[in-house]
């Protein structure tokens, strides 16, 4: 596949609703617009939303395409595909699956969104991720530049249809980490309402991100879900119904107070 093809299941998403409401997602870090499955078309037809899902930069097509990307590259993306958005419509949301809610909060700190809500946030990760310099001392090891993501079997059959890529650069780790590091001084200026829902056995995001971030996060308006389920695809799981939900109420009482 050259570089430059997009796969049919990776293309970016765009609904057009009637609401004057309108929210921009992020997906995930070797994920595709279709890290949220049905929630696009779910927000558009029940609520008249309008809903654009971007594919980030290095994305839909292979994974050594990531390689030389920083977060500039996919916050300038984010950033090009939200301006447009707050110009012409009156309710702006955001939103972020896993490394996209990071890029989502960092937009929420500087641009006047609605409400922002993010899903599996990797706002603390698991041992040794967690461990400063980690990625320097990987890098130094004989291994191959890439590594599998180590998926179920489970999470692949119920993420069936969804386009990612089942490896990552080994240097996802640290990108993950900077995003971090700029959270922890971006949080408090994030001031619209937040919604985050979490994992209690997810396989990235570390279980206590939720409590950490709630810290931070200079928001009145507040809250945490979360779900009783292993892995991290939760759109893909017999829980998104309920994820659905409550992130369309969620824009509701956003845009009622």
Same mark, same amino acid.
């Given at each position: 596949?050259?570089? !430059?093809?997009?796969?049919?299941?990776?293309?970016?998403?765009?609904?057009?609703?009637?609401?004057?409401?309108?929210?921009?997602?992020? $997906?995930? +870090?070797? %994920?595709?617009?279709?890290?949220?499955?049905?929630?696009?078309?779910?927000?558009?037809?029940?609520?008249?939303?309008?809903?654009?899902?971007? #594919?980030?930069? %290095? $994305? %839909?097509?292979?994974? @050594?395409?990531?390689?030389?990307?920083? /977060?500039?590259?996919?916050?300038?993306?984010? /950033?090009?595909?939200?301006?447009?958005?707050?110009? /012409?419509?009156?309710?702006?949301?955001?939103?972020?699956?896993?490394?996209?809610?990071?890029?989502?909060? $960092? =937009?929420?700190?500087?641009?006047?969104? =609605?409400?922002?809500?993010?899903?599996? #946030?990797?706002?603390?990760?698991?041992?040794?991720?967690?461990?400063?310099?980690?990625? @320097?001392?990987?890098? #130094?090891?004989?291994?191959?530049?890439?590594?599998?993501?180590?998926?179920?079997?489970?999470?692949?059959?119920?993420?069936?249809?969804?386009?990612? +890529?089942?490896?990552?650069?080994?240097?996802?780790?640290? =990108?993950?980490?900077?995003?971090?590091?700029?959270?922890?001084?971006?949080?408090?200026?994030?001031?619209?309402?937040?919604?985050?829902?979490? #994992?209690?056995?997810?396989?990235?995001?570390?279980?206590?991100?939720?409590?950490?971030?709630? !810290?931070?996060?200079?928001?009145?308006?507040? !809250?945490?879900?979360?779900?009783?389920?292993?892995? $991290?695809?939760?759109?893909?799981?017999?829980?998104?119904?309920?994820?659905?939900?409550?992130?369309?109420?969620?824009?509701?009482?956003?845009?009622?107070?």
């Amino acid at each position: 596949m050259a570089k !430059k093809d997009i796969h049919p299941s990776a293309q970016s998403v765009a609904l057009v609703g009637d609401s004057g409401a309108a929210v921009l997602l992020i $997906h995930g +870090y070797t %994920g595709s617009p279709t890290d949220f499955n049905k929630l696009p078309k779910f927000l558009n037809e029940n609520y008249g939303i309008s809903v654009f899902v971007p #594919l980030l930069p %290095g $994305h %839909g097509t292979q994974v @050594e395409d990531l390689v030389g990307l920083t /977060k500039d590259d996919f916050i300038k993306v984010a /950033k090009q595909a939200l301006e447009p958005l707050l110009a /012409k419509y009156d309710e702006v949301f955001i939103g972020g699956h896993s490394f996209g809610g990071q890029v989502a909060l $960092h =937009l929420a700190a500087r641009y006047p969104a =609605l409400g922002v809500f993010t899903t599996t #946030l990797p706002y603390k990760l698991f041992f040794p991720f967690d461990i400063p310099f980690f990625y @320097e001392l990987y890098s #130094l090891l004989p291994v191959n530049k890439f590594s599998d993501k180590g998926l179920s079997k489970e999470e692949l059959e119920r993420r069936r249809g969804a386009f990612f +890529y089942s490896s990552m650069p080994a240097y996802s780790v640290k =990108l993950l980490n900077e995003m971090n590091k700029d959270l922890k001084k971006l949080l408090p200026l994030v001031k619209c309402p937040f919604l985050s829902i979490f #994992l209690k056995e997810d396989t990235v995001s570390h279980p206590k991100s939720g409590s950490e971030v709630m !810290k931070l996060v200079g928001s009145d308006i507040k !809250k945490t879900i979360m779900l009783d389920q292993s892995g $991290h695809g939760l759109f893909y799981s017999e829980n998104a119904p309920r994820i659905y939900n409550e992130i369309a109420e969620f824009f509701k009482f956003c845009i009622i107070n």
